[in-house]
């Protein structure tokens, strides 16, 4: 086979359909990477910038395209000033070697690294470390929460723990805008996962381009048009070395719906840009004139309506689960939904949103 872009013979078949050599490959990477932030218009030339590594191979890919597009030359050149970041999930000797070699990656591109441990969420001092330094910490909140609630609620607690951190290690810097990994994969699987816990009114904050839910700081997303295939393609091809594979194989909400994204995109090649394609033509629809921002995800609260709700009617079903058939008791149970007395979904309406009213309910212990 023919490359698409050149006469070269192709080694790489792209979502069974496009052929690429190995040199095309790389700078198509490269262009989606650049075209990308170029479309969006939102970075200033030297731009202070934090970027925030995993380990896993897409924040691998992110580290090399950001050395490749800071090293080039003439107007291509991506001109920012970048801050690299590692959140440590668990305080063991393996996490902590391989944040070690996620140091190491980043000196040989001359990037210093701030690696931060995940509890300090319940710090209310400056969190920000000294640069290349692993800092321990004995808190083990985070630890003892995993063992107490569902998978689904420890994951989804997790993103918005580390979305927190982004923004308070961002504004210690003075860097106004945040770039993360995610890839157009993940963020179809994203979606569908939104949908199923009960954000979906926050869609295009978790899986467009850019999250402006904070007033001074936003979230980029400058790899959300490159796929897990081609990830996986770039780490042979440039010889990289990812420290974490972040496939989910726990059991969870979360893992299912990996699991069926893969399995259709495997049999269906369009599914993961068909499912992006959707998000990006979601918005928001609230009235955002006297709106409430949730606590936790800063997410706008959903106002309260005059129609019944499909919160209100879940809060009616599960009250009524645990209530007797009394006459009585039901009308005790509408009142109180219209009083907006929530046991079950506690403050929602008020400070935070559905989704994490929800997880509030279960981890209000560790939150």
């Given at each position: ?42 970075l200033s030339s030297n731009e202070k910038v ?231 033509k979601i918005g928001s629809m609230e009235n ?80």
């Amino acid at each position: 086979m023919i490359c698409r872009k050149c006469d070269a013979s192709a080694t790489i078949l792209i979502r069974k359909e496009y052929w690429y050599c190995n040199t095309c490959f790389i700078t198509n990477t490269n262009h989606k990477f650049r075209a990308c932030l170029g479309k969006s218009k939102t970075l200033s030339s030297n731009e202070k910038v934090l970027i925030c590594l995993s380990g896993g191979a897409n924040s691998i890919v992110l580290l090399e395209l950001v050395h490749s597009g800071i090293t080039l030359d003439g107007t291509k050149k991506l001109r920012v000033v970048p801050f690299f970041l590692h959140i440590i999930e668990t305080a063991t000797e393996d996490a902590i070697r391989k944040a070690n070699i996620i140091i190491d990656q980043c000196k040989k591109h001359n990037f210093n690294l701030y690696v931060i441990n995940i509890n300090e969420y319940y710090s209310t001092n400056n969190v920000l470390p000294k640069p290349n330094i692993i800092t321990q910490t004995k808190t083990e909140a985070l630890n003892n929460m995993k063992l107490n609630v569902s998978t689904t609620i420890y994951h989804d607690a997790i993103v918005k723990i580390k979305r927190n951190l982004f923004l308070r290690v961002a504004s210690e810097l003075s860097c106004k805008i945040i770039f993360t990994a995610e890839t157009t994969t993940q963020l179809a699987k994203r979606l569908l996962t939104n949908l199923a816990i009960g954000r979906g009114s926050q869609v295009e904050y978790d899986i467009g381009f850019a999250d402006q839910r904070d007033k001074t700081i936003r979230i980029l997303r400058p790899m959300k048009d490159i796929s897990n295939e081609e990830i996986e393609y770039f780490v042979k091809l440039k010889q990289l070395n990812p420290v974490y594979d972040h496939s989910n194989t726990e059991t969870g909400l979360q893992s299912v719906i990996d699991n069926f994204v893969s399995d259709l995109q495997d049999n269906y090649p369009a599914t993961v840009s068909t499912v992006c394609k959707t998000a990006d033509k979601i918005g928001s629809m609230e009235n955002t004139t006297n709106r409430k921002n949730c606590t936790l995800c800063q997410s706008i609260v959903a106002l309260k309506s005059a129609k019944l709700t499909a919160v209100e009617a879940t809060i009616f079903s599960r009250q009524m689960c645990f209530k007797p058939s009394a006459t009585n008791d039901k009308i005790e149970v509408m009142q109180s939904i219209s009083e907006d007395k929530n046991p079950i979904f506690p403050n929602i309406n008020e400070t935070l949103c559905y989704g994490c009213s929800r997880n509030y309910s279960e981890l209000n212990t560790y939150l």
